[in-house]
């Protein structure tokens, strides 16, 4: 977990007049001025393994009422203009919840925060931000926690809406971006639910993985028989 940055030392202010001695200011505040809330911020795509910002505190757990979806296209992160990526976006669906990882930000982490996700998910994704209510997993957890999402909406270019599950597999296979290969956002993705909730479903990104590691072996097919294969002469060694 990774904490404040450090803030540099301030010049040391002058004593107060005699008459009139300051009040010691309570802990965690300076001069007296109450500290700015803290942001929390869900990911259910690529953010729940790679944040790539500062944070306070994370926790795991799940927002009502959306779908989590491979609906959204990538040119960018994990495609191109001439291939372009599968990543998540949100659906709305009154009977669903989508889990994912909330980032709690403070102090100078959330303009810092805000600023980097504004770039990766809104100008390089097509994402634009809504606040939901956000419900961590632990036990003890008594309310919600309002937190801001990042959603790619039908409205923005990069959408690619629905497609059947081989199909999806199929592209997200051949397409690969600035962060890495698509194939890497989706299996990184299955084993975020399968070891943080495994008592959750999610029939759509569990269908999309069976159906790439279905694929994956036509594309090292070979004609050549195995037993031609094991009569090759090999080198001896040295």
């Not at 709305?92 to 930000?105: L, N, P, R």
């Not at 919600?144 to 296979?173: C, H, K, R, W």
């Not at 279905?214 to 195995?226: F, Q």
């Amino acid at each position: 977990m990774k904490g404040d940055p450090q803030r540099p030392e301030e010049p040391p202010l002058p004593p107060p007049p005699a008459a009139a001695p300051a009040a010691a200011s309570p802990p965690g505040e300076a001069g007296g001025a109450a500290p700015a809330p803290p942001v929390w911020i869900f990911g259910y795509g690529s953010l729940v393994w790679r944040p790539g910002f500062e944070f306070t505190s994370r926790k795991v757990g799940f927002i009502r009422g959306y779908s989590r979806r491979f609906w959204q296209g990538d040119t960018f992160h994990r495609g191109s203009q001439r291939m372009p990526g599968r990543v998540v976006t949100l659906l709305e669906d009154c009977g669903a919840c989508t889990w994912g990882v909330a980032y709690e930000v403070r102090g100078e982490q959330i303009a810092a925060s805000l600023q980097y996700l504004n770039m990766r998910e809104a100008v390089l994704g097509g994402y634009d931000t809504k606040l939901v209510k956000f419900h961590p997993q632990e036990e003890d957890a008594e309310e919600p926690i309002l937190a801001l999402v990042y959603i790619a909406t039908p409205q923005n270019p990069s959408y690619l809406g629905p497609a059947s599950e081989e199909d999806i597999a199929a592209q997200i296979i051949v397409s690969s971006g600035c962060a890495g290969h698509n194939i890497e956002y989706l299996l990184r993705l299955a084993d975020f639910m399968r070891f943080f909730c495994p008592q959750a479903e999610d029939k759509h990104l569990f269908s999309i993985e069976e159906a790439l590691i279905s694929i994956l072996p036509c594309l090292y097919y070979t004609e050549e028989p195995l037993e031609e294969t094991a009569n090759v002469p090999q080198k001896s060694k040295s």
